[in-house]
């Protein structure tokens, strides 16, 4: 299985991409994380929030293959536990697609990008910054990961 975190912004500053890297790399190929940035669409004063959202949508629903099973981060998502999601990491695998996590940009994810999720997740109940949540995700795959396999690293 690869999940494929799919998120709206690129040039992060190089804590980010290193932080991100150092958990992915941790992981294992049947558990492997890729990152795919979707540029954000250019924001002006005479366009509404929906506008940008549908054109960073359409660049993300590019980027998710039709067997693809897709997690939408919205703030309307359930929130997971380690242990949550250490078990939806194991009913991911049992399912052998590939997993979309997809985050949006600054005003969230487009109305299609939702409607095609299979799953919506909350991180926090809190407003995270983006950079910060491509390190979040990746800390807590990994984390989730070495639950399934009963690694050291999480400790209960």
Known sequence: MKIKLIAVGNKMPDWVETAFKTYAQRLPRDCALELIEIPAAKRTRNQLAD???EKEGELISKA?????????????GQNWSTEKLASQITQWQSKGCNVALLVGGPDGLSSSV???ANQKWSLSALTLPHPM??????EAIYRGWSVTVNHPYHRE
């Open 133 to 138: 949540v491509r390190v979040v995700l990746a």
């Open 114 to 116: 939702l409607s095609r």
């Open 51 to 53: 506008k940008w959202m």
């Open 64 to 76: 998710i293959d039709s067997s693809d099973w897709v997690v939408a981060l919205d703030v309307l």
